[in-house]
């Protein structure tokens, strides 16, 4: 037992077991409208409870909050060993302030606060003063976001390349999590590969290469695609005809992280495996609360998304 982990694998099993839930999360998806399912939402949801929300991007917005928040308070019971771990699982939100930017460089975007990263911030920090995308993409083409390129065309690109990024960096801090960039990498190749259907660019491929080769690059279908990927990471769109059905891959890929992340959270001693099934299980409790609240808003009920992460 490692007992400077203690304290903060106490705190992380108290954290994941505030969550909100399926049971609840299937009632708020049944009702008719967002304001009907924000309020079956439990106060403690997000810090400032979901009074005062008018709409669904408010609401995913103090999801985000909560979900960092809670990340915050758990990194100040980390012991020094653990801030790596912290500051990479906060990059998440670091991504979505300098997409945020971009956005704004390229004269598309609103203005909105962006997420108070704290002592979690890496990058951040230096890349909020740029004037200019080539300006942002200069400051970013290093540690800790790696070698992302100069090459990127628009915010949606940037935002998938440091998403996985992102995953690769968790899970080089965290290997227990090495399962779940793979994962990603494939469902992320065959999104843009067969859905979007534009061949991936070069920052893109830096980082699925390594992990799924290139003979899927050239795939005109779904089994050509799961036959050209690694063996070991072909159960995530098992079953998945046609790209269209992609989201029932994604919506699997939730529920093994969640599924990880309770193994993590109980059958481990304490120690970073605990912590990071806490943060598992709590972002896919968050994801399944968005996808409750989309539900309602447009009146599709529970609806498969759910059932596929129960």
Do not use: K
């Not at 103090?62 to 653990?82: C, D, I, K, M, Y």
């Not at 997420?115 to 083409?141: I, K, M, Y």
């Not at 409790?285 to 998304?305: K, Y």
Request: with cysteine; hydrophobic share 50%.
């Amino acid at each position: 037992m490692r007992a400077d982990w203690v304290a903060a694998s106490v705190r992380a099993r108290s954290m994941a077991q505030h969550r909100v839930g399926v049971a609840v999360c299937r009632r708020m998806a049944a009702q008719d409208g967002l304001a009907g399912a924000l309020s079956l939402g439990p106060e403690w949801a997000t810090p400032g409870g979901f009074g005062g929300i008018l709409d669904l991007e408010q609401a995913e917005r103090a999801l985000n909050e909560a979900f960092l928040w809670r990340l915050r308070v758990l990194a100040g019971w980390l012991p020094p060993t653990g801030t790596g771990l912290a500051r990479a699982a906060a990059g998440l939100f670091e991504i979505e302030n300098v997409v945020a930017l971009a956005r704004r460089l390229d004269g598309g975007g609103q203005e909105t606060p962006p997420f108070d990263l704290g002592t979690l911030a890496t990058a951040w920090p230096r890349v909020r003063t740029a004037t200019s995308t080539e300006e942002l993409a200069r400051v970013l083409d290093g540690p800790p976001w790696g070698r992302i390129g100069f090459e990127i065309d628009g915010a949606g690109s940037l935002r998938d390349v440091l998403l996985l990024a992102w995953w690769r960096r968790l899970a080089t801090v965290a290997p227990r999590a090495r399962p779940w960039y793979g994962m990603v990498c494939v469902l992320t190749a065959a999104r843009l590969q067969l859905f979007d259907g534009a061949a991936p660019m070069q920052p893109l491929l830096r980082f699925l290469r390594p992990v799924l080769g290139r003979t899927w690059e050239t795939a005109d279908g779904m089994t050509a695609f799961a036959a050209a990927v690694p063996p070991h990471l072909r159960g995530i769109i098992s079953g998945v005809e046609q790209p269209e059905g992609l989201w029932r891959a994604e919506a699997r890929f939730g529920f093994a992280v969640e599924d990880d992340g309770f193994r993590l959270l109980h059958g481990s001693l304490p120690g970073a495996e605990v912590v990071l099934g806490a943060l598992a299980v709590l972002a896919v409790d968050a994801w399944r609360v968005r996808v409750a609240l989309t539900a309602a808003t447009i009146g599709a009920g529970a609806g498969e998304v759910l059932d596929v992460m129960a």
